[in-house]
């Protein structure tokens, strides 16, 4: 509790309690136990804010000016609300409350908002990045349950931002590169052709880029690659694999990095020969990235 809540009298103290009681009651007829948990349990958490930080009616209207700038700003490619969800770290939050960790299970961390379902299917050993400007980078692995052994068919969605820290929905035409989906062999092996991950920042243009400018933090996201692994009896698993040795893995601005899911991205000088004999013209590197997912409702 703050010094300015310490120094509230009592009688104010308790009026503003009055007033959150009867809100909380007010959702006493509510037939759903679940929505009414929620409702309550955010209505206490709101007005504890209010209280704690007496929250002045001017910034209140300034937090609603800034929610309804980031209402208009949403459309069907961009998503300023999980933008905000991530820069705040409820996102990660959010998944660390609901994949509570589960042996040797793989790390999930926050999906951002630029996965689209519907991307191309391509055979293993296929290019995802489909033309995206960047450095080859041939990625490898297997996945496995929960008993440790190799899960065949199971379906691993891949997506990154080009060279330029773009992803294909920023672009004002109708691209769809540097994503796909693809589905491990009958070893459970996955492999594919992506670009070397590199940083970029978060789209910083809205309100939630004014916020970031505001508090002094930076809007850069350390490099990664993203993944979405599926397979009936196991827990999805949304996660990335970062670039070890960048900069920003101490100052993602979502709070995203984990230190498992940091894998080394070996450059190959030019000339070396490929996992597949694909002629690449200059650099390229490679990773390896082996997934272990938790059975479902773990």
């Not at 103290?13 to 007010?26: C, H, K």
């Not at 001017?58 to 949403?74: C, K, P, S, V, Y």
């Not at 296929?126 to 349950?145: L, R």
């Not at 692994?229 to 893995?249: K, Q």
Request: charged share 25%; with cysteine; aromatic share 8%.
């Amino acid at each position: 509790m703050t010094a300015a809540h310490r120094e509230v009298s009592a009688e104010q103290a308790a009026r503003e309690e009055e007033l959150v009681e009867r809100v909380a009651r007010s959702f006493d007829t509510c037939r759903d136990p679940r929505l009414k948990e929620l409702m309550v349990g955010l209505v206490r958490h709101v007005h504890a804010y209010i209280r704690e930080t007496r929250l002045t009616e001017e910034e209140w209207r300034e937090g609603i000016a800034f929610l309804t700038a980031a209402g208009h700003i949403t459309d069907d490619r961009r998503q300023e609300f999980i933008l905000l969800s991530d820069v705040l770290g409820a996102s990660m939050q959010t998944i660390a409350v609901n994949n509570q960790a589960y042996g040797d299970a793989t790390e999930a961390t926050v999906v951002g908002p630029f996965f689209v379902e519907g991307a191309p299917e391509i055979a293993n050993g296929g290019d995802m990045s489909f033309g995206a400007p960047g450095e080859p980078c041939w990625v490898e692995g297997t996945v496995v349950g929960p008993d440790g052994k190799p899960l065949p068919g199971a379906r691993i969605e891949v997506w990154e931002a080009d060279e330029d820290g773009r992803y294909d929905v920023q672009y004002d035409d109708e691209r769809t590169s540097a994503r796909a989906h693809l589905f491990t062999d009958g070893e459970g092996k996955y492999r594919f052709w992506g670009i070397t991950p590199t940083p970029y920042p978060i789209p910083h243009d809205g309100p939630v880029g004014r916020m970031l400018e505001a508090v002094g933090r930076s809007p850069m996201r350390a490099s990664h690659l993203h993944f979405m692994v599926s397979y009936e009896g196991c827990r999805t698993l949304v996660t990335h694999i970062f670039v070890r040795g960048d900069a920003l893995l101490g100052s993602d601005a979502v709070f995203g990095v984990k230190e498992s899911l940091v894998r080394d991205f070996q450059r190959q000088p030019a000339g070396t020969p490929t996992p597949d004999g694909r002629a690449v013209d200059g650099t390229w590197s490679r990773t390896r990235f082996d997934i272990a997912l938790a059975p479902a409702g773990a």
